[in-house]
């Protein structure tokens, strides 16, 4: 059975969400990683004191879960 145009259309931006978010999350990661951005921190601590504010670690790795929730769909594809 084929795609309708509309159906092929959600697929194509269902798609293009999956890569740019798995494209944001690969980002974070290596600017976390990054020994510059580390040091911004240190230097804030030393200055401020420690980080109390919000963190994204639960949304990543709740859009982490959300991507490898997706790969067997696009491998039985």
Do not use: C, F
Not at 39 to 47: E, P, T, Y
């Amino acid at each position: 059975m084929s795609e309708t145009p509309q159906e092929q259309e959600n697929y194509n931006a269902a798609e293009r969400a999956e890569t740019a978010l798995r494209t944001l999350l690969d980002k974070m990661e290596r600017v976390e990683a990054s020994e510059a951005y580390r040091s911004v921190w240190i230097v804030a601590q030393i200055h401020a004191g420690p980080y109390h504010g919000e963190t994204w670690a639960v949304e990543r790795n709740a859009a982490r879960a959300a991507l490898r929730d997706t790969a067997p769909r696009r491998e039985e594809e």
